[in-house]
């Protein structure tokens, strides 16, 4: 067996390719070959998906007419969406941080970040 044209030896029993767990670096081409490296019996690409992990909290004090910026720092495989939203209210914003310039009493709520991928 090969993965992206590397040679796999810890993996083969009697000719079948096992994992006990895998990772994102599983993720390639896997290639089975006959025992002189001359025939490739079988190609197979295989995406290993990472779930959503969330790295940083979302919990902040501002006072009237300051600037901040609320970041939602997450992980996850394949590409992360983001979408925002203010008491249940979706706000017109896609990355992962939100700015609000000169914070007024009317952007005072709780603020949502939601964040999804295939893998969800």
Do not use: K
């Not at 079988?42 to 790295?55: E, G, H, K, W």
Request: aromatic fraction near 14%.
């Amino acid at each position: 067996w090969r993965l992206n044209d590397t040679l796999l030896t810890d993996y083969m029993y009697m000719g079948a390719l096992e994992f006990e767990s895998v990772s994102q670096s599983d993720s390639g081409v896997y290639e089975c070959y006959n025992i002189d490296n001359s025939l490739v019996y079988s190609a197979n690409t295989l995406t290993v998906f990472q779930p959503i992990r969330f790295i940083s909290p979302l919990s902040y004090d501002v006072s009237i007419g300051q600037d901040f910026q609320i970041f939602c720092v997450a992980s996850g495989y394949p590409e992360l969406a983001y979408s925002w939203s203010m008491s249940g209210v979706p706000i017109g914003t896609s990355s992962m941080s939100l700015s609000i310039l000169n914070v007024s009493v009317s952007d005072i709520g709780e603020y949502s970040c939601l964040i999804s991928n295939e893998c969800e």
